[in-house]
T-cell receptor, first 115, second 113 residues
């Protein structure tokens, strides 16, 4: 398996623009997570899905952030409008609960810079 | 109070040293605990799960104290390749829910020759 695939790897955008981050989880995994990592705040859970359904979005910082999972193989995280304080590395991760295995596998991340 | 707290370090140790990291968590209902490792500019990867009775994987030993809500990681005979950030991870779901993995901010380890 290719692992969790995120795109783009790097994104530089101007303040006010819409940004869309994409994630393809590992085939067969039933949980998908979006995290944001900064030096100041570490790794923060933004939202997670189970079987394509959002379970907990309490970590989404504000209404400018939205996430969707239209099917088992694709998810997006959208920021509209973007602000400089959104600059961070955004990670997508997936896991499979079956047989008690709870390991989360991470993608390589999207490094977002908002100028 | 953060849900998972760790000493950020850095811990600077010579090769061959033994080093211990600690972590505390606030959700007493948490059922699953892990240590992840993150190399510079890379994604986090699972190092080991932490079981109630404590567990060992080669040079790495993990311990859990549920009464104190405390997790530890011991690394023996440190190698240069152990240099990384170590993340304490707790299943923070409430009400018995399964999979809300909450990460600590990480403890940075630097092993020098």
């Amino acid at each position: 398996d290719a692992g969790v695939i995120q795109s783009p790897r790097h994104e530089v955008t101007e303040m006010g623009q819409e940004v869309t981050l994409r994630c393809k989880p590992i085939s067969g995994h039933d949980y998908l997570f979006w995290y944001r990592q900064t030096m100041m705040r570490g790794l923060e859970l933004l939202i997670y899905f189970n079987n394509n359904v959002p379970i907990d979005d309490s970590g989404m910082p504000e209404d400018r952030f939205s996430a969707k999972m239209p099917n088992a193989s694709f998810s997006t995280l959208k920021i509209q409008p973007s602000e400089p304080r959104d600059s961070a590395v955004y990670f997508c991760a997936s896991s499979f609960v079956g047989a008690g295995n709870t390991e989360a596998f991470f993608g390589q991340g999207t490094r977002l810079t908002v100028v | 109070r953060k849900e998972v707290e760790q000493d950020p370090g850095p811990f600077n140790v010579p090769e061959g040293a033994t080093v211990a990291f600690n972590c505390t968590y606030s959700n007493s209902a948490s059922q699953s605990f892990f240590w992840y490792r993150q190399d510079c500019r890379k994604e986090p990867k699972l190092l080991m799960s932490v079981y109630s009775s404590g567990n060992e994987d080669g040079r790495f030993t993990a311990q859990l104290n549920r009464a104190s809500q405390y997790i530890s990681l011991l690394i023996r005979d440190s190698k240069l390749s152990d240099s990384a950030t170590y993340l304490c991870v707790v299943n923070g779901a409430r009400g018995g829910g399964y999979n809300k993995l909450i990460f600590g901010a990480g403890t940075r380890l630097a092993v020098h020759p």
